[in-house]
């Protein structure tokens, strides 16, 4: 890569085609990270596929047992559930869950 090639935050055009340097280390080869992502994003997407199948029939799963709940209750003429306990449900269906941290390979990502 010459310098007119090169980013406007790439820095030193001097070392323009040396692999950037982190925590003392050479950073990884682009071309072998696109190659790695290459080999690894289709499982992940099949992964991810799965996993949000499950949470569509999990959350489905869930409004049909509220559905029969009101019903039931409807039906035996029963009082609502406490406010605290609605609203403490409420609470835990709209909050997001715990998130995992993304792999350390996100870090060498450029910022743009």
Known sequence: MNSADAPADAGNTADADAPPIAHGEAAADPRDQLAK???????????????????????????????????????????CLPPEQRIEWMKKLTRPGPRRKPASRRSNRRKR
């Open 37 to 79: 992502l290459r080999r690894e994003l289709p499982a992940r997407v099949e992964l991810a596929e799965g996993n949000y199948q499950k949470a569509v029939d999990a959350s489905h799963a869930l409004m049909t047992d509220f559905e029969e709940a009101h019903r039931l209750r409807v039906q035996f003429k029963e009082e």
